[in-house]
């Protein structure tokens, strides 16, 4: 096959017309002296300052610079001139109708000619999102600190009352007694109380920790811990008729907190016991699987449900009440997200209106 040359013809000075790259570029295209004075800005320049040529010409470029940042300014100025290029430098200039615009300027110093080419990008908008950002991130942070602080305070407080209960179930003299009946509910009280100053302890412990990533995680046995909080809301489970049915053969085990799956199974098993279906008993299953590579729990009742085209991603948020239940108070769930989360897991939710819902947990790869 013969081979075929083509000749590019080469574009002359003139074909490749500088002024006009100039004129239609989008970017703040300008030239200064040493002096500190333009020489020549584009018009993308003249558009964004709204200042005349004559404005912009006549008035040293210092004085076009928002006052905070003309120190930082006449330093970067101060190092061009001395030979090194400056690049992406943020400052804020003030337009002729007194708005702030913020520009990454990029300059190197032609010695030669005794000037200083530079192209600046309006980054206004970025670091206005910037500074939404920062903000809302502190007013997280803000509101995170008070809720942890709201939560140590509380589980502080309340161990007194509970400790005061415990102190009374010593001194209580069941000799006395003879009903089977009294003797069982005093045993049944007792022990929700041992397991309830357990679980503030192990908050208060846990919460009073200065960062969460230090929040020990050990291999827990998940029918064991189930166990516990099933005595602990032994009471609550027989009075409802729960039918509770587990299967943790699959999976025994998880590297977790401690006092976080507990109140997991807490907050699930009084949610799903809460939000029966009207005159019928909550029906619960929770079972646990090792599905690729992942380990998982799985909670599931036959309750009232969740309409998911309303509720959506709110919930897990604080405060979120989606039943007119009397001792709903939007907490449980959030709880449960941030207790999942916080160590690296997920956790998802099906659900629909009056046919239950189901909470599927997965922990992070190294449970």
Known sequence: MKNISIDLPIMSDSAFNMGLFFDLSPDMLCIAGYDGYFRKVNPAFFKLMGYSKEELYSRPISSFVFREDFDKTNKSRENVITGSPLLNFENR????KGEVYWLSWTSILAKEEGHIYAIAKN???KKRLEDD??????????????????????????????NNLLALFEILDLSSLQDPETLELISMLKLSTDGMKATLDAYVDVLGQKELVQTKVDLLDLEHVFNKVKLSLSSLIEYSKADIKTDFSELTSVRFNGPFLESIFLNLLTNSIKYAKTNDYARISITSRHE??????????????????KVGDKIFGFQQKFHDHADSKGIG????????TSLGGKIAVESKLGHGVKFTISFNAFS
């Open 93 to 96: 200039y003030l337009s002729k």
């Open 123 to 125: 980054i206004t908008a």
């Open 133 to 162: 950002r920062n903000a809302l991130l502190a007013s997280l942070t803000k509101a995170n600190k008070e809720l942890k602080d709201l939560t140590i305070t509380t589980s502080h407080d309340l161990r007194a009352p509970v």
């Open 292 to 309: 690729n590579g992942i380990n998982q729990l799985i909670f599931a009742d036959e309750g009232q449900g969740f309409d998911m085209e």
């Open 333 to 340: 769930l959030y709880l449960i997200h941030n207790h999942i």
